[in-house]
């Protein structure tokens, strides 16, 4: 069973182009969030949110707008796709926003032509 | 000023023996957490162990453990008997403002790439 689940695994697109990541978790915590992984390995938060309510959203263009349409899923849509962007986006999730362990999908590498 | 630091870019360990890999850390907040990651090849993050600021004992968790030197700012953490499947990418991650809501950000350090030689 499958804690922190993400797709898709890989994403090759073309600049200019919107696309999705989904993000489900079934450990019933209440808080998930998304990092970044760029070339260099370097992680990096993005957003967090806690019961469907944003808490944490890092300088990030605001082409990237994550939703939550319930505490058990944040999807990340990009817009406008650029060369930059590519990297590798990880969801996490903890129990509460005290949670100790943020728990990590296995990742969805994004290469943007 | 880096909040993570991880001077170690890459180790090479010969597999049985113990590995420490150096992390050290910055924050004024009294109340934060610790945390070792594991990126294997295949790219998944797996944690490995936490510690928290008030702990008064170091965390360890079966071949893993962290040695905590609060006044040192440091959160190393040790490997026993190296395996081969040790070898990855390990980051070291900190959480401040424990009881801050707003800060449930972990911030990595730079990760140390670990090979176990046969």
């Known amino acids: 069973d499958t804690a922190v689940s993400q797709t898709p695994k890989y994403l090759v697109t073309q600049m200019g182009n919107d696309k999705s990541i989904k993000c489900e978790q079934n450990l019933g915590h209440d808080t998930m969030y998304w990092y970044k992984q760029d070339s260099k390995k370097f992680l990096k938060i993005m957003f967090s949110?806690?019961?469907?309510?944003?808490?944490i959203n890092e300088t990030v263009p605001n082409r990237f707008s994550p939703k939550s349409p319930d505490k058990a899923h944040l999807n990340l849509h990009i817009n406008s796709l650029e060369l930059g962007d590519s990297a590798v986006y990880f969801c996490?999730?903890?129990?509460?926003?005290?949670?100790?362990?943020?728990?990590f999908g296995p990742g969805t590498r994004l290469l943007v032509l | 000023a880096q909040k993570i630091t991880q001077t170690q870019p890459g180790m090479f360990v010969q597999e049985k023996e113990a590995v420490t890999l150096d992390c050290t850390y910055d924050?004024?907040?009294?109340?934060?957490?610790l945390f070792w990651y594991k990126q294997p090849s295949s790219g998944e993050m797996i944690f490995l162990i936490y510690q928290g600021s008030y702990d008064q004992q170091n965390a360890t968790e079966g071949r893993y453990s962290l040695n905590f030197q609060k006044a040192r700012k440091s959160a190393n953490l040790v490997i026993s008997a190296s395996q081969l499947g040790d070898s990855a990418m390990y980051f070291c991650a900190m959480r401040e403002g424990w009881t801050n809501f707003g800060n449930e950000k972990l911030t990595f350090g730079t990760g140390t790439r670990l090979t176990i030689i046969p």
């Open positions: 924050t004024s907040d009294p109340s934060y957490g």
């Open positions: 996490a999730s903890s129990q509460d926003r005290t949670g100790e362990t943020q728990y």
């Open positions: 949110y806690n019961n469907k309510e944003l808490i």
